[in-house]
C-alpha cells in the first residue's frame, strides 16, 4: 500500500493565495497626478461630503497601503468620485507571473488627466 500524502494547512493555503487576484493599490498617486494632493488631511472633507468620517491616523492608512483593509463599495465609489477616475485607476491587476517573479514598481503610473496640470501663465515672469 502507497502512503498518499497529503497538502497541509500552510500548502493549501499557498495554492488559495496564488489564484487569488493580485492588485496594487494606487490612491497616493492618483491623488498626487489628479488633484495635486501630497498629504492625506486634503481627503477628509471631501469624504465628509459623501457621509464618511475617518481620522488621519485611518485616512493614512488607507492611503498608503500595500494592500488596503476591506472597505464597502460606497467608500471605492466616493474615492472614484473625487478623484474623477474609475476603479482600474484605483486597483490595478497585476499579471500572475509578474506577482511571482518580481515586486510590484512603486511610482506614479495612473492616468494622467486630460487637463493641463500647470496653468498656461505658470512660467511667465512677474513684472
Keep these: 500500500m502507497n502512503a498518499v500524502s497529503r497538502p497541509g494547512p500552510d500548502e493549501q493555503n499557498e495554492g488559495l493565495r496564488a489564484q487569488q487576484p493580485r492588485y ?3 490612491l ?3 491623488m498626487a497626478v489628479r488633484k ?3 498629504t492625506t488631511t486634503k481627503l477628509i ?3 465628509r461630503r459623501y457621509g464618511f468620517e475617518f481620522d488621519r491616523s485611518s485616512i493614512y492608512r488607507l492611503v498608503r497601503a500595500e494592500r ?3 472597505m464597502p463599495i460606497e467608500l471605492i465609489l466616493a474615492l ?3 478623484l474623477d477616475c474609475r476603479f482600474e485607476d484605483l486597483a490595478v491587476e497585476i499579471e500572475p507571473q509578474q506577482a511571482a517573479d518580481e ?3 512603486r511610482g506614479p503610473r495612473p492616468a494622467v488627466p486630460d487637463m493641463p496640470l500647470l ?7 512677474e513684472s
Excluded at 496653468?119 to 515672469?125: E, G, K, R
Design 24 to 26: 496594487e493599490w494606487r
Design 28 to 30: 497616493r498617486d492618483l
Design 36 to 38: 495635486n494632493w501630497y
Design 45 to 47: 472633507p471631501e469624504l
Design 68 to 70: 488596503p483593509p476591506k
Design 80 to 82: 472614484c468620485k473625487i
Design 103 to 105: 515586486q510590484p514598481r
Design 119 to 125: 496653468s498656461a501663465d505658470f512660467f511667465d515672469a
